[in-house]
C-alpha cells in the first residue's frame, strides 16, 4: 500500500506556485484546511485563483489571503462574512466568479469523476448564464456548466490514515469530499494520522486514491463565524 505520508505542511504543498488555481475545501469557517491556508500566507504565493464556496471572514481563513493580496480569482457561492472581499471585489482589486453553490459543488464533483461538462437549471435567465450553452430537456431549459480545472485540491478530514483515506465528521463533510480527487494533487491535513488498516473501511467517505498528500496539522482553532445563543432564564 502506497504511504502518501508526508512530515508537515511546508512539504505537502511543495510545487503550488504563483498564478496557480487551488480548491479548498469547508463551508464558512468548518472544515477549513486552516494549516494549509497558514502556509500559503507564509510562502508568499500570489496571483492565486482560489475555488472556495466562500472566502473566509476578514482575519480567518481565506481572508489572511486576501488581506496579503495574494489572491487574483475568486470564485465562490457566498461571500457574505468578508468586508475585506468586498471592498476589493467593489473596487476592482479581485476578480470574482460567483456561482450558484449547488453548480459550484456539481462543478467539483464533475471533476473528480472526470466528467468535462454537465447541464443544469440552476441560473438560466441570469448573468450566469450569459455567453454559455442552453439547451432544453423535458421541457425545462438548461445551462452547460464545465468541470473545474484545478492545480491543487487541499482539503481537511477529521481522521485519515497514511494511505490516504479520510474520514470527515459532521458539518465538515461539505466541500471537502467533492474537491479530493478533484484537481491534478489533493493535499489532505487532518486532526488524526493513523496507520493504514487502523481505520473501519465502513467508515471511510474518501478512499486513499483520491489523495496524493496527508500530513498531520495542529493546533486547529475552529472559529464560529456567527455565535448565536439563547438568553439565560
Known sequence: MINKKVNNVKDALQG??????????????CGIPENSIAELVKKETTDLTCISNNAGVDDFG???????????????SYVGENAEFERQMLSGELDVELIPQGTLAERCRAAQAGIPAFFT?????TEVAEGKEAREFNGKMHVMEHAFKADFAIV??????????????????????CMAGAAKTT???????????????????????????????????????????????
Not at 189 to 200: F, I, P, Q, R, S
Request: charged share 25%; no cysteine.
Open 16 to 29: 503550488i506556485e504563483n498564478g496557480m488555481t487551488i480548491m479548498l475545501g469547508g463551508f464558512g469557517l
Open 62 to 76: 481565506l481572508g489572511l489571503l486576501l488581506q496579503k493580496r495574494q489572491i487574483k480569482k475568486m470564485i465562490s
Open 121 to 125: 437549471p440552476a441560473g438560466y435567465g
Open 156 to 177: 481537511k478530514a477529521w481522521k485519515g490514515d497514511t494511505a490516504g483515506n479520510l474520514i470527515f465528521k459532521g458539518t465538515a463533510r461539505n466541500f471537502n469530499p
Open 187 to 233: 493535499v489532505a491535513e487532518v486532526e488524526e494520522l493513523v496507520e493504514a488498516g487502523t481505520l473501519d473501511p465502513n467508515q471511510i467517505h474518501i478512499p486513499g486514491i483520491f489523495v496524493q498528500r496527508i500530513f498531520q496539522g495542529e493546533q486547529y482553532e475552529k472559529r464560529i463565524e456567527q455565535r448565536t445563543v439563547r438568553e439565560r432564564k
